[in-house]
């Protein structure tokens, strides 16, 4: 199995809505990360997680809240988000090594904030 | 600083034409990483190749080759015989000696492969 699968694949919410998106891998990859990609533009990092601990924040705010229950799965708890947010968030995984191993993205939540 | 740079935003080419996507990085590291990615409309960011700052040999697979030139900072990625299926935008992104998975996209060059 050598795919990040991502649900849901759409999602419409509302500026007090409370919701979460999931990301599965099982390719044993002890690495994480969470992107935002805006329409035509480039991936941005948000959140890298590494043997289930938080290693990284890009400075994101605090309505975004990463979650990493085990090994194999990775959550993006949204909350009062602004319609700003609207994005294309993917997920990726790697292995962790010095040899900056390649990253495998899942296809994607599409988040529209109304 | 880190930067990649796609100068090329959209490139339109008919099908069977040789297609060279342009990518020039800086970094101030002497051990960095490149890569290539394709996003297909559907969303999806592939993998295509990965390089060190340490392996200047250039690499063909199938119909796509990378020239990898440390004297220009360029990594650029050709594209033989183009099909509708590659049409897609690229990505070229660096990752260096700072933390894992945080890699620097360039803009992007959108392809387009006409029938």
């Known amino acids: 199995d050598t795919e990040v699968t991502q649900t849901p694949k759409h999602l419409v919410m509302g500026m007090t809505n409370k919701k979460s998106l999931k990301c599965e891998q099982h390719?044993?990859?002890?690495?994480m990360y969470w992107y935002k990609q805006k329409a035509k533009k480039p991936p941005e990092l948000m959140f890298v997680?590494?043997?289930?601990?938080?290693?990284i924040n890009e400075s994101v705010p605090s309505r975004f809240s990463p979650e990493c229950p085990n090994s194999s799965l990775l959550n993006l708890h949204l909350h009062a988000l602004q319609p700003e947010d609207s994005a294309l968030y993917l997920c990726?995984?790697?292995?962790?090594?010095?040899?900056?191993?390649?990253?495998?993205f899942g296809p994607g939540t599409r988040l529209t904030v109304t | 600083a880190q930067k990649v740079t796609q100068a090329q935003t959209e490139i339109s080419v008919v099908e069977k034409e040789d297609v060279t996507l342009d990518c020039v990085y800086e970094t101030r590291d002497t051990t960095y990483y490149l890569f290539w990615y394709k996003q297909p409309p559907s969303g999806e960011l592939v993998f295509l190749i990965r390089?060190?700052?340490?392996?200047?040999q250039n690499e063909i697979s199938g119909r796509y080759s990378w020239n990898f030139q440390k004297s220009t900072s360029s990594f650029n990625f050709t594209i033989t015989a183009s099909q509708v299926v590659d049409s897609a935008v690229y990505f070229c992104a660096l990752n260096y000696g700072g933390s894992q998975g945080n890699l620097i996209f360039g803009k992007g060059t959108k392809l387009s492969v006409k029938p």
């Open positions: 390089r060190n700052s340490f392996d200047e």
């Open positions: 997680y590494s043997y289930e601990k938080l290693s």
């Open positions: 390719m044993g990859h002890r690495a």
């Open positions: 990726a995984s790697s292995q962790v090594d010095r040899e900056r191993a390649s990253l495998n």
